[in-house]
């Protein structure tokens, strides 16, 4: 009895002293939470932060890749257009040694010429017999010059209408709209252009048939915005009905009324 009393009287005396320790280890606690929040809240605020700038950094990449294409792009049409300049001022240069060459022949034939006029002014006055002679030799001349130059026409002719051979009109189709009163403007590309034509050239010499009717060059080369091709045009002027205004449905309203 007596030891249970003491027991009692130790527990009791003590209990104080464990109240305000667990009160004290609560207030740890609760600034230890306190603290972990806090730590919490600035981790989250660094987590978004580091998103919202991952997402900045990924439009700024796809903006980048987006002009690098654009500059490969404008890089590629570059190089095609300095190769198509290349190849048309070789073109022009085999064209303009062909015509100095020309010019030179021209030259010469000039000058035989002259040779040949003073000879015959030598031939005139050494020979006044045979002056019907050398008419009728004079003539013969003429007629040979005559005959050159038929040759020549017909050279330049066949210069002019020569066709570039495996080449082809592909996509040929009217515009939308008429030009004037019955005309429409058609147009196609120009595909499979054989070496040793320029693009303006094999297209001012490729005929095409459009509405059954033969045409033999267009009207017009160019090339189209946002195309590589050459495209030709051609004003048709033959059967375009829709080109043409009409009256459709006429009624007599007058004798209509009598009725």
Known sequence: MVLAQVVAFVFFCGLPSRIEESNKAAARMREQQGAMK???????????????????????????EGERDTLESA?????????????????????????????EALKGERQSLELEREALKDERRLFEQEEEALKDERQLLAQEREVLKEERERWEKTREDRVPQGAFWDSVSPAWDCRAYGKREYWGILENIPEGWTDLDACMNMPVEI??????????????????????????????????????DVTDKVSSGKQ
Not at 238 to 248: A, E, L, V
């Open 211 to 248: 509405k059954g009717v033969s045409i033999r060059r267009p009207d017009r080369c160019a090339y189209a915005e946002g195309s590589p091709d050459i495209h030709g045009y051609w004003m048709v002027d033959w059967d375009q009905p829709d080109c043409k205004p009409w009256h459709q």
């Open 38 to 64: 806090k730590e919490a809240d600035r981790l989250e605020n660094e987590r978004i932060a580091l998103r919202n700038e991952s997402n900045r950094l990924e439009k700024e990449r796809l903006k980048m």
């Open 75 to 103: 890089i590629r049409r570059s190089k095609l257009e300095r190769s198509r300049l290349e190849r048309e001022k070789q073109l022009l240069e085999d064209e303009r040694q062909s015509l100095e060459q020309e010019r």
